[in-house]
Structure formats: structure tokens, C-alpha cells
């Protein structure tokens, strides 16, 4: 069989790479057998030549199997993950999580930390005080088994190979790599024994695709890289222009998850927990359309069944459960400003991105792997797009540990805002779905 020397060079010729040369790759990847150097190599290859469909299962299926895998089989009942690409006040874990298990699914979940101007699940369920994120796998069995669903960290033993593999495609300008992005999401996903996979792909300034088109593709490559590997995915392409609810940043987006579980929503969070939600129960065979879902979601909502799932999760991970029904128990930072409209009129557009980039400067996010957060850090939105604001009027306000921090964040946030003089026409949320049958129009389902 073709050395390391040979697989590089067939790639970067624009060949197609065998099932023997590619786990021959992950295994040398995983033992340290090929050098850092090769193994950059092949990465920027496969960035310039990419990887047909078998290139990208065998891929996929050859990084988990340098792990330990998650057999769920002796817990009963349908188990769907549900994976978000990551945006900006993306808090809806923590909702359709619970919601969905409150009807009858269960919902693992293996998360990660923040990174840039996106949001980190485990840095924002650690702001619940106490809560514990990083379980065994008995730990993790039981809790998914007794609350309906998990939230938690990735040991070092699921997919190792993808571990230095991010590490140099992070190193070599090769993270944005379609098939290489493919392989990472969907080695992780298939790691955990789940019955299907529920995919929340964004799209838009503040997703880490923002062209519909490439959001559209990795949407797609997932879900057939999925059903390929013998695991049912559905996907749904949802917009992130601007942030998503009325909060970015760990605890104020806590606090706005507990209070969407006692029913109170904005109007975009809703529209894409539901939809995500009811997806789940589809996955879940719980239901056959996302019209059917609705109803069970409205009534596990109402009842408080969905809340007390979460309640549930968050005492099984050591987590204080009062700080669900007394919201002041979450941390908030000390120093605080509104940044204030300098103009009447209609709001037309408050930029994802830029205000990602805000809560990092706020602390509330990180640069780099090793940088610490604050907790209490981070941004209530008083108007979100659409809405009139008169000049002089605060929209936005901002907490952190210092004034400096205050400063820096707030002249990010006015850059951020576009203020139109007519009425804005608000677009849909959730854009299209993905499945086995290919995309279509979520207006149309």
C-alpha cells in the first residue's frame, strides 16, 4: 500500500484516495506516526482538491473508529442529538433539549467551549452555579436515562484523531475546509449511539459559514454523510444575521432559557426552538410531521413538564436548581452602560458578528482555547430588529467586570446598528430543511 509520501501526492494531483489510505492516515494521525508536517500537508491538499462523497464517509467513519464510542442501547425510549454550526445568543440547547424529552425523546448532547465571536455551551450551562460539565460515562448514562437529556463536555477518548487534526487545520488556514468541517461534526456525532441526528446549521454574519449557498452544502454533506453512515439526519438552515433572542453571553442567556422554559419567549427564539423541537420529535418517531409536533410541544411548554426536565438534568450535574426559580443566583457583572440610539426610526439591522466580537470584548468570550470567561459579562438587547427606537433611546445594555471593557464593546455595538427611516420587513428564522430527500423551503412544509 501508498505511504504518507504517495497519499499526498495523490491528493494534491486531484485523486481519489482509497478506504486503505485514508484509515491508514487516521490511524498514523492518532499514534503520532506521521509527522506534523504530512500530515499539514494532506490537509491543504484536501482543502485544494477536496474529498468526493466516499472520500468524506471514509473519512468520517475512520476518525471515529480511532476511539471509544457511546453505546446508549440499554436505555430505552427513541435518542436524537441535536448539533448547532454555532452563532451569536445560539441558547436553544438548552430549550428544545428539555422540551423535546418533556414529549418523550431523549437528548444527549456533547458540547464544547467558545471560540471566537461564536458562543459556548459548556461555558454557559457552567454559569449555573455548580454545575458540573464534565461527566463519566456511567454519569452521562444516567442522568440522559433519569432527566431525559445531557449536556455536557467530550472525553479525551471519542475521536482523538480529531483533536490534532483541528489543532493543525487551525495552524494551516484549512479550517474552513467543507469535507474536512464534515468529518469533524459527524465522527463526534456518530460517537455517541443516538437513533438519528437533528442538525441546526446556520447562515448569515454571524454563522461561522455566512454565504446561504456554503451553509447549504455543509447542511447537505452532513446530512448525507449521516445516512450513509447508517444514522438518520435531518437538517434545518436557520438565520443569523443578528443575534438570536434578547441576550448574548453565558448567564444572560441562562436566564433567558429558564425563562422561554416558563414560556416566555421572544418572538425569534421561539419561532427556531419550536421548529428545532419539533424536528427532534420527528427524528424521534414520536410523531411523523412537524405540524403534529406542535400541539405536544404547546402542552409540555404549558404544563411545566419541560422545565422540570431541565431542572431535573441540571441537579443530576451538581448544578443548584433554586437558581431556576430565583434568576438573581446567576452571576452578573459589576460595571454596566446602554449604548443609546442616535437616530429615530425603524431598526434594520443589528450585525451578528460585530456583536459577537462586542461580548469578547466584554470577557464574556474567548480568542484563544486557554483565555478564561466571565460569566456575568455580556449583552441584553431592550430592541431587536423591526422595532422603532427613538434617538436618544437606549436599545442595547452592556455588562462587565470594568469601564475599559465597557468602552471598547460599546463602539463595537453602535457599529453594529442600522437604523432605516421606513418599516422593515422581518425575515423568517428558519430557512429550508435538509433530509434524505433533499432541500426545501421551510415555508413550504
Known amino acids: 500500500m501508498a505511504g504518507i509520501y504517495e497519499i499526498i501526492a495523490k491528493k494534491r494531483d486531484g485523486g481519489v484516495l482509497t478506504p486503505q489510505e485514508i484509515s491508514f492516515f487516521v490511524k498514523g494521525v492518532t499514534d503520532g506516526s506521521i509527522l506534523d508536517y504530512q500530515v499539514s500537508a494532506l490537509l491543504m491538499a484536501i482543502f485544494l482538491r477536496g474529498l468526493h462523497k466516499g472520500e468524506m464517509v471514509e473519512l468520517t467513519e475512520a476518525m471515529l473508529r480511532s476511539g471509544e464510542t457511546i453505546d446508549l442501547s440499554g436505555i430505552e425510549g427513541p435518542k436524537i442529538d441535536k448539533h448547532s454550526t454555532g452563532g451569536v445568543g445560539d441558547k436553544v440547547s438548552f430549550i428544545v433539549a428539555p422540551w423535546a424529552a418533556a414529549c418523550g425523546v431523549k437528548v444527549p448532547m456533547l458540547s464544547g467551549r467558545s471560540l471566537g465571536h461564536t458562543g459556548g455551551t459548556l461555558d454557559k450551562l457552567e454559569s449555573l452555579p455548580g454545575t458540573r460539565v464534565f461527566l463519566s460515562s456511567e454519569e452521562f448514562k444516567r442522568t440522559l436515562s433519569d432527566a431525559g437529556l445531557v449536556i455536557c463536555g467530550q472525553t479525551d477518548n471519542l475521536v482523538p484523531a480529531d483533536r490534532r487534526l483541528y489543532a493543525l487545520r487551525d495552524a494551516t488556514a484549512t479550517v474552513n475546509s467543507l469535507p474536512l468541517i464534515v468529518s469533524s461534526i459527524m465522527s463526534k456525532k456518530l460517537a455517541l449511539g443516538t437513533d438519528g441526528i437533528v442538525l441546526d446549521v446556520k447562515t448569515g454574519s454571524g454563522a461561522f459559514l455566512p454565504e446561504l449557498e456554503r451553509s447549504r452544502a455543509l447542511c447537505e454533506a452532513l446530512v448525507e454523510v449521516g445516512h450513509s453512515s447508517g444514522r438518520p439526519t435531518l437538517g434545518l438552515i436557520t438565520q443569523m444575521d443578528q443575534p438570536l433572542g434578547s441576550s448574548v453571553g453565558n448567564a444572560l442567556e441562562m436566564v ?4 422561554a422554559l416558563r414560556g416566555n419567549f421572544a418572538q ?18 414520536r410523531v411523523s410531521s412537524f405540524d403534529q409536533a406542535k400541539p405536544l410541544l404547546d ?6 413538564r419541560a422545565l422540570e426536565r431541565f431542572r431535573r438534568m441540571v441537579e443530576l450535574q451538581g448544578g443548584n436548581p433554586r437558581a431556576l426559580d430565583d434568576l438573581s443566583l446567576f452571576p452578573r457583572s459589576g460595571e454596566s452602560c446602554v449604548v443609546k440610539a442616535r437616530q429615530s426610526g425603524y431598526i434594520a439591522a443589528v450585525d451578528a458578528f460585530s456583536v459577537g466580537m462586542a461580548t469578547i470584548d466584554l470577557g464574556a468570550g474567548r480568542v484563544r482555547k486557554e483565555d478564561g470567561v466571565d460569566p456575568g459579562a455580556g449583552i441584553l438587547l431592550r430592541r431587536k430588529v423591526g422595532e422603532y427606537v427613538e434617538a436618544g433611546e437606549g436599545w442595547a445594555e452592556l455588562f462587565a467586570s470594568s469601564r475599559g471593557r465597557l468602552e471598547q464593546a460599546e463602539t463595537r455595538m453602535v457599529q453594529s446598528l442600522r437604523i432605516s427611516p421606513e418599516p422593515v ?11 434524505s430527500l433533499g432541500v426545501r423551503s421551510w415555508e413550504k412544509i
Open 268 to 285: 425569534d427564539l421561539y419561532e427556531v426552538c419550536q421548529a428545532i423541537a419539533a424536528a427532534i420529535l420527528v427524528a424521534g418517531k
Open 299 to 304: 402542552e409540555a411548554l404549558g404544563s411545566g
Open 425 to 435: 420587513k422581518l425575515s423568517p428564522r428558519v430557512l429550508e430543511t435538509v433530509d
Open 256 to 259: 433567558e432559557s429558564v425563562e
